[in-house]
Each structure stands twice: as structure tokens, then as C-alpha cells.
């Protein structure tokens, strides 16, 4: 006869049967999970620390029921936008925060914080490499309507040397009397770099500083808020930028970007997020203020859900003999995981996987498709109640060598944890495993 335990671990084997994963999978998944209790219990730890952070935020800044309701028209006296950006400063321990609606997304917001602090005849600088692809047309790296190039603001870039360190020389030359904003980008986004950790950004941002103290250092948070305990803006960032449909905005915010900073620098992108002169007194919030609340509320849990599941991924991943960025033992900063198939029929049977596990459309299979901004097919895997939400269960993969999948997210660690058994289960079911679940 079975004891208690088996028999419980039978029912949520069944279960996960039911839902089309094989028993070797499933306890290819299980005897993984034992393994990374230490490191689960790290992320949480982390996420425990930053849950305070944040409650402590809305206490003092003393968040009330009113704070929930909405604006329209105009939207003058929101008490709900003004405290939320009043929460988000205190969170990011800077003077001022912009954290609206009307910031449409991660591009936007990254675009807004350079137009607004940047003059013509200033230089931008990437100390860090080749930003986000849709910063290319934003800087006008790619020719664009609008971009910082045309308004003859300059654009110098010293990539990161080999072993993805800063190349401090390269920068001390890059740096002269026009350079006026320095971006750095947290994640690695879609490159193969390292992401780096806030102390690595607090070391360039000294460096910066030490060669001229009034240069604007920017960092593109995206993906990186509450993985760790501290965040750029406390290691001497004058400004932070992210989406909401990503960390801060905990899988709730509908849309919506923030940027949290100098008094002077947020100053300068909420005169031009509305109009000179109007700066944060208008921009209603139209009722999504109750979502920003319990999103940025949930954020630090659902990061670490979003966490554990690249680190399940990634150690079930290199079991299998996949190459996978960062790596199992890799200590993290920012959600996103890699993993190289090497043929396109594996990144497709990934999305497939990711697909089948969402809560909304999942019975539809993703088909690769030509993106704008993209040289190759891109196929992507999405069932979000958010559209296009990458802190919910994703992924996606260019299809082009190396054949690299990218994977991000995740409500719960158990829905992060479902979809990447799925994801193996669907290789397997390609014919792309062998018997004992290795790469063939
Ligand atoms: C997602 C992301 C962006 C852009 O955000 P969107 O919301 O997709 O416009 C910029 N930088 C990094 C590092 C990102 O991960």
C-alpha cells in the first residue's frame, strides 16, 4: 500500500497527466526541484525583503481607499497618480517618480526619459554596448522619424570587452564635453552578454561620475526590478526606467511605464510625457490606479515566481545537454533565460510547449512570423491576460542561428514550473529527445 506522501505525490502526478505531461518528465522535474531548494530559498528571501520595501512605501506615504478610484478629463488633483508616483520614488529611494498610463510601454518610457533630458547638440552615450533593438531607431542607430539623431543629438557606444566587463579606458576617451547622458542597460535583452548585477552598475556609475560628476547616468531596468534587494537608483543612478507590463507592474498593470529619479530629471520628462508648463499636473488615470497599486503590491512575489522558474529551466535545461545563458548556478539578475536549440525545430517545439501551458489561448500553436524591426522570422509564445505581457509565462526566438530561445515569467512559480515541464514534454513529443530525455 502506498504511504500519505505517495499517495500525494501520485494525485499531483495524475494530475499533471491529465494535463498531457508523461510521468518522466514529470519526475525529470521533480528530482530538479529537490535540488534547488537552497537557491528557492534565496529568491525568497529576496522577495520577502522587497515585500516589506514596498508595504512600507504605501504605509508611509499613506495609500487610502481614495488613492483607488480614478480621474478623467484633465485628471488635476489625482491623488491616486500623485501618491503611486510618491510610492515608486520611496520604493526606488529617489526624489521624484513619473508612473503613468499614458507611457505606453518600455520603449516609450526609455524614449521619453532621452528626449526629455537630452538637448540638441548633446551626446548620448551606451557605456554597456548596443542597446534594446527599439532603442536603434529611438537614438537613430536605424534611420527613424523622430529619432534623437534627427533632432542632432549624437550617439558614441564602447561595447564591453570580451569576458563582458566594462572597458574603463574606452569609456574615460568616449566621455568629453558634449556628453550629457550615459544609458545603461541591465539586462542583456536578446544578446548573449551578461546581464549585470546593480553593484556592477554602481561601478560604472562611479567611474562616470569621477570623470565629470554632472553627466545624467540612466538605467534600463527592464526585467531587473526586485530580483535583487537594492535596485540601480541606490547605487547612484540619477534615473530608472521600466515597463509596467513587466516586473513593477506584477502581472496586473493593464500598461504603463514609470521612470523614478532627480527631482530635475523627472521633471524634464513629465514636461514632455504632457505638455511644457503642465508637466505631472495632468494625465488622468482613468481607473487603472487600483491595478498599479496591487501590481507593484504583488511584483517582489511575482518576480521570484518569474525567477524560479529561468533557474528550473535553466538547470533542467543543461541536464538535458542544452546550452543555456546564464547558466544553473549563475546568480541572476534580471528574469530572462536563453536556451540554444540549434535547430529550428527545437525553438518551435519550445513555443509550442509555452503555448499549451498559458491560461488563455492555449489551444492555438504560434507560427513563426516577419516582425517589424526584426532581419529574421520571429516565433513567439504568449497566452497572457495582459496582451504582450512579458511577466506572464513567454517566450520567444528568432529564427536564425544560433537558434536561441528566450524565456521569461510567470505569475506563480507553479504556472512557471507547468510550463517549462510542458515545454520538455513537447520537445519529447517532436521526436527531438531520446529515451532518457537527452538532447539527440
Ligand atoms: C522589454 C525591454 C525594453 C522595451 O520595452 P517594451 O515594453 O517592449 O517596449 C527595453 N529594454 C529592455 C532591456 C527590455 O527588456
Known sequence: MLSGTQNKWEELCGMYQSMGISRQVYEFGESVAEELKERFQEIDRVAEYNQCKVLKAMQEEKVSEACLLGTTGYGYNDLGRDTLEKVYASVFHTQDALVRPQITCGTHALALALMSNLRPGDELLSPVGKPYDTL????????????????GITYGQVDLLADGSFDFPAIRRAVHDKTKLVTIQRSKGYQTRPTLSVQKIGELIRFVKQIRPDIICMVDNCYGEFVETIEPSDVGADLVVGSLIKNPGGGLAPIGGYLAGTKACVENAAYRLTS??????????????????????????????????????????????????????ESRHDIIQAVTFGTPEGVTAFCEGVQAAAPVDSFVTPQPWDMPGYDAKVIMAAGAFVSGSSIELSADGPIKPPYAVYFQGGLTWQHAKFGILKTIQSLADHGLLDSDLRKK
Open 276 to 329: 511644457p508648463g503642465l508637466g505631472k499636473e495632468v494625465g488622468a488615470s482613468l481607473g487603472v490606479s487600483a491595478s498599479f497599486y496591487q501590481g507593484l503590491f504583488l511584483a517582489p512575489t511575482v518576480t521570484a515566481a518569474a525567477l524560479k522558474g529561468a533557474v528550473f529551466a535553466a538547470n533542467l535545461y543543461e541536464r538535458l545537454g542544452f546550452a543555456v545563458v546564464p547558466d544553473g548556478k
Open 136 to 151: 536603434e531607431e529611438v537614438i537613430g542607430i536605424r534611420e527613424s522619424k523622430g529619432s534623437l539623431k534627427e533632432y
